[in-house]
């Protein structure tokens, strides 16, 4: 069974600091991983996914994400933080192999940028 | 692209009725559209995974008579919770992905907040 690790329930940063949202994997075999950000009262978007390929992934509104194998980790990256970046982050992984296509998520992560 | 959306965005409703969710793929054939339900300030758990012309597959503990899943087009998928008590009230989302695979992103509804009276 695989299973995703959001450590922080709450990250706060300064607005134009940079900002990391962490996230850990256990999972058989290779992951697909996945994040996604929520805003008050609506559904998931999806920022970026890792499947295979260069360790770091570019994706929506300047983050990025660097899958790191010996560390089993998939940590969300910003160079600097916007206060409209303030959501709930989730981290999700799905197996590579098998018929099993279901996302598993992090507990999620409340990320505060400041002004 | 790949928008999804769901209808009603929020509803309430009395103890013992039933209540239907849509969950519709505006711009693309959604083979397999996916049922989740989260509570305040926790994470999205799967109930339930369906696929378009094929009986839904429920996660383990959720009660495949209570929460009635319907996925009669490539394009919309329902949600029915029937005979709705107050543990129900909860946000329900539904996602859509163009095929089954697990490499696939899945495209996110905006939710539906039930609230069971």
């Known amino acids: 069974a695989q299973s995703v690790a959001q450590p922080e329930d709450q990250v706060n940063v300064a607005e134009g600091n940079p900002l990391t949202v962490k996230c850990t994997y256990s999972?058989?075999?290779?992951?697909?991983l996945f994040w996604y950000v929520q805003y008050p009262n609506r559904g998931l978007q999806f920022l970026l996914k890792y499947i295979t390929g260069d360790n770091l992934v570019k994706g929506s509104y300047g983050f990025e994400a660097e899958f790191n194998k010996s560390q089993t980790s998939f940590h969300l990256k910003k160079p600097s933080a916007l206060v409209s970046d303030s959501a709930l982050y989730f981290c999700?992984?799905?197996?590579?192999?098998?018929?099993?296509?279901?996302?598993?998520f992090g507990s999620g992560t409340q990320l505060t940028v400041l002004p | 692209g790949a928008v999804v959306s769901q209808h009603p965005s929020r509803v309430i409703c009395k103890s013992g009725t039933s209540v239907k969710i849509e969950c519709r793929s505006l711009d693309f054939q959604a083979t397999t559209m996916f049922w989740y339900r989260q509570f305040p300030k926790q994470s999205l758990m799967l109930m339930a995974t369906s696929n378009e012309g094929s009986k839904a597959t429920y996660e383990q503990g959720v009660e495949k008579d209570k929460f009635l899943i319907n996925h009669a087009s490539l394009t919309l998928s329902t949600l029915t919770v029937t005979s709705a008590h107050p543990e129900d009230s909860s946000f329900y989302i539904c996602?859509?992905?163009?095929?089954?695979?697990?490499?696939?992103?899945?495209?996110f509804g905006p939710g539906t907040r039930l609230t069971v009276l």
């Open positions: 996602s859509a992905s163009w095929t089954s695979g697990p490499q696939d992103t899945q495209y």
């Open positions: 999972v058989s075999g290779n992951p697909y």
């Open positions: 999700a992984v799905s197996p590579l192999s098998g018929s099993a296509r279901q996302l598993t």
